[in-house]
Structures are given as C-alpha cells and as structure tokens.
C-alpha cells in the first residue's frame, strides 16, 4: 500500500466553505505557525494554502481533526502551481541548528544595504514559511494543547513568490499591532490559487443526503468553467466522509 497519494486533499469544515472553493477558487490566508529551532521559537504568520499528500485509505483521522468537506487535486496540477512538501525538522537537530545560526547572522546585519544579501535574506525566510517541526505541542481554539506528530499530515503548500507584493511573513508582534490582521487580509483578497474542472480527482461532502442539494448548487451556480456537461462530470467525482470512512 503506497504511503502517498496521487492526489492533494485540501479539507474545511463546512459545505458553504467547499462551495466557494469550486465557484471563486483557494483564497489565500495568513496563517499562524509556531517553528522551535533548537532553543528558540519563532511564531509567524504566512500566507499560504494548505493540502495533505494522504490516501483516501489513511485520511480517517484527518477528517475528524480538518472537516467533513473537501477537494482532491492532481499532483500535477500541484507540480504546475509550484506547490511544495513542507520541510519537516526536529526541533534539536544539526539542521534546526544551522538554520538559527543563519537567521541569527542575517538578523545581525539588517542594515546591510547590499541588494543580493537582502535577496539571499528573503531567501532564507522563504525556507522558514514551508517549515514545520517533526512534532510538538498542537494548540487548537477551546482545546488544551496535546502533543502531536505533525509530519504525519504530509503537508504541501502553495506560499506566494518572495516577489509577490503581500508581505512575505509577519512576526508575532507585528501580526499584534492594530489593523495589521485586516491589512494582511487585505494584501491577499484578490489572490487565487486556481484550478480547473480536469484538475479535481475527486469532491468530498459530508453524507450522502447532502448529495442532491449539492449537486443543484452546482448546476444553479455554474459559471465559465462550470456549464452543464462539467457539473455532470463532477458529480461522478463525489465521495463522502462516512464513504470513506466505512470503504477504505
């Protein structure tokens, strides 16, 4: 049984939320990431869309933890969008090490007027928004931290182009100050990762009582890239959560 799948599965909680995802594409959200180098912690906030690299077989647990909801891709369309593995790294390792030794030397030396070395900066950091520790502490809203493997989700992400004009990254005091949520909101309102009606392998929804009401949903708001003959090629598409819960 391979360990890998040959799709991305993007999940969410909610209907509402899958739908707009097929209707207007991924948005782009900052999202908050705590990374432990050896004895320091770095808590910033990236823009970023998040997948797992899962078989249907082995995606159990993640649906409780991420939502009923979710969308399959290709790993080619993955490939072509410049998406990438996230780095996974133990927090006490030679390579946790190196990189806090690195970040360090460049924050030393902030002042440095030189293009390229500002570039290579950017560079480094960039390493830093597809970096994850191997495991640590999971801290979800209204429930008490657990330890927790997070290498087992397998995550891809697309990160904008360092070049892109949102904000690369912001720190935790920077993401604290007034306004600097709605700012960041704002910097990537109009980003879209997009995809096409031959880049989905497949369309997860909750149960199949929703299947009908989801299927007119589709045909009711189908677009340029929705007419009527891609909406029926969807539907064939479709999985549920207690489907793949109970058959794989």
């Known amino acids: ?25 991924f ?20 823009p970023m869309v998040s997948f797992c690299d899962i078989p249907l077989s082995q995606i159990k647990d993640h649906i409780s933890s991420y939502g009923c909801y979710g969308i399959g891709l290709t790993r080619e369309w993955a490939v072509r969008n ?28 902030d002042d440095d007027e030189d293009e390229a070395a500002d570039r290579a900066h950017k560079q ?8 994850k520790n191997y495991e640590g502490m999971l801290e979800r809203n209204g429930e008490p931290p657990k330890k927790y493997r997070f290498s087992d989700e397998r995550e891809w992400r697309y990160v904008p182009d360092i070049d892109h004009a949102c904000k690369m990254y912001y720190n935790k005091v920077e993401f604290g100050e007034s306004g600097a949520k709605e700012e960041a909101a704002k910097s990537v309102a109009d980003l879209r990762l997009k995809f ?31 007419n009527m003959h891609v909406v029926e090629k969807l ?12 058959d794989f």
């Open 1 to 25: 049984m391979p360990l890998s799948s040959n799709s991305l599965i993007h999940l969410t909680n909610t209907r509402k939320a899958l739908e707009g995802i097929l209707e207007n594409s």
């Open 27 to 46: 948005r782009v959200k900052y999202c908050k990431e705590k990374i432990k180098w050896n004895e320091k912690t770095s808590t910033i906030h990236v």
């Open 82 to 109: 410049r998406l990438n593995p996230v780095l996974y790294v133990e927090q006490y390792s030679h390579l946790a090490h190196s990189y806090e030794q690195a970040l360090t030397h460049f924050s030393k030396n």
């Open 124 to 131: 480094l950091v960039d390493i830093a928004r597809y970096t």
């Open 196 to 226: 096409e009606p031959d880049d989905i392998k497949y369309i997860i929804i909750k149960d199949e009582r929703e299947i009908t009401e989801f299927i007119n949903h589709l045909r009711a708001s189908k677009g340029a890239n929705f």
């Open 235 to 246: 539907t064939t598409r479709i999985l549920t959560s207690e489907q793949i819960k109970t």
